[in-house]
């Protein structure tokens, strides 16, 4: 059930050109990502939706390839083909490549059959649906009267597991932090994740700034960004201040409806502003050791910064010298 639940409930936006390039034709498809889990020597059939919301009809080809993503964002890296020879249109892999056309207003249901062998290990596949689309005219439909082409796409995150148990493992690749900080300048740090499991999981935990005699620590709550299997991916948060604050803006919903502003707007707008991956944490000034502890699951990692006033440091140790070369300069002006 596990499984289920995470496939059902995160969701893993994933971002493409193309998409938006296909935006121009008012085509448009469902859902963009889905997460299946088929069992080996099995089946199902996972349905996509194109609706034609233009003016012109539309000559579409389906095509299958793999997609890898930028091991950074989350961002699909398209490949140029796929080797899975498991998902078909109605079951059917002769309609790869085969055009079909969908009128202005239509909406087309696909059924994509999806039967693994009882021998097919146990793997996640990354795979994405592409629809070439290319615009025809009102008074043919023929090839020498194409006007505009795009291409839109639906990626499918296929796990083939004997069961819904979970598998996916994440481990800490990476915590960049400097080992020293100037105190008027404050520091940046980053993490970097990776699934060394078998299937997507998301990203939960914290990281943690905590300086003596403080007693309060700065926390920064991990943003649930689903890791691929075998994929690395930057954590993003948010600081417990500022999830208060969207927690506040989340109240006064009704409020901001009633007087003319769109919540949704303002909200996704908050959280893009908010939500990162590069962090930089700065106080008017800084100073001593700062230890940070990032948590990923059951993965701990801590470590220090020493903070101290090096530009300060740096100021009073080149006062002399210039002190001196300027009492220099003035006797020579004098003379």
Same mark, same amino acid.
């Given at each position: 059930m596990l499984l289920k639940i995470i496939f059902t409930l995160i969701s893993f936006f994933i971002a493409s050109s193309s998409v938006q390039a296909a935006a121009s034709l008012d085509l448009k498809v469902f859902p963009p990502t889905a997460y299946l889990a088929v069992k080996p020597g099995a089946g199902i059939t996972h349905q996509v939706k194109l609706k034609n919301e233009g003016l012109y009809t539309l000559e579409i080809t389906p095509v299958l390839v793999d997609f890898k993503t930028d091991e950074r964002s989350g961002q699909v890296i398209l490949q140029q083909k796929s080797d899975f020879a498991y998902l078909n249109l109605d079951g059917d892999?002769?309609?790869?490549g085969r055009e079909f056309v969908i009128k202005p207003g239509e909406e087309k249901v696909l059924n994509f059959v999806i039967a693994l062998p009882s021998g097919e290990e146990f793997a996640e596949h990354h795979l994405t649906i592409l629809f070439q689309a290319r615009q025809l005219t009102y008074a043919s439909a023929s090839a020498n009267d194409t006007l505009v082409s795009a291409v839109l796409a639906s990626?499918?995150? *296929?796990?083939?597991?004997?069961?819904? =148990?979970?598998?996916?493992e994440l481990v800490i690749e990476n915590f960049s932090v400097p080992k020293m900080a100037d105190s008027f300048v404050g520091f940046s740090f980053s993490a970097l994740v990776r699934n060394i499991g078998i299937n997507a999981v998301p990203i939960t935990g914290h990281i943690k700034i905590s300086h003596w005699p403080e007693h309060e620590a700065e926390i920064y709550q991990l943003y649930p960004d689903m890791v691929l299997?075998?994929?690395?991916?930057?954590?993003?948060?948010?600081?417990?201040?500022?999830?208060?604050? *969207?927690?506040?803006?989340?109240?006064? =919903?009704?409020?901001?409806v009633a007087t003319g502003e769109d919540f949704a707007a303002i909200k996704a707008d908050f959280i893009r502003q908010k939500l990162r991956s590069n962090f930089f944490y700065k106080r008017p000034f800084l100073i001593g050791a700062y230890d940070l502890e990032l948590k990923i699951g059951d993965d701990i990692l801590q470590k220090r910064v020493i903070v101290l006033p090096f530009s300060a440091l740096l100021i009073a140790l080149l006062l002399p010298p210039f002190y001196w070369l300027a009492n220099i300069l003035a006797s020579a002006l004098k003379k």
């Open positions: 892999k002769d309609k790869w990626n499918v995150i *296929l796990l083939a597991s004997p069961d819904e =148990q979970n598998r996916g299997a075998g994929d690395k991916r930057l954590v993003r948060a948010m600081s417990e201040a500022e999830l208060q604050e *969207l927690s506040e803006m989340e109240g006064n =919903q009704a409020v901001l």
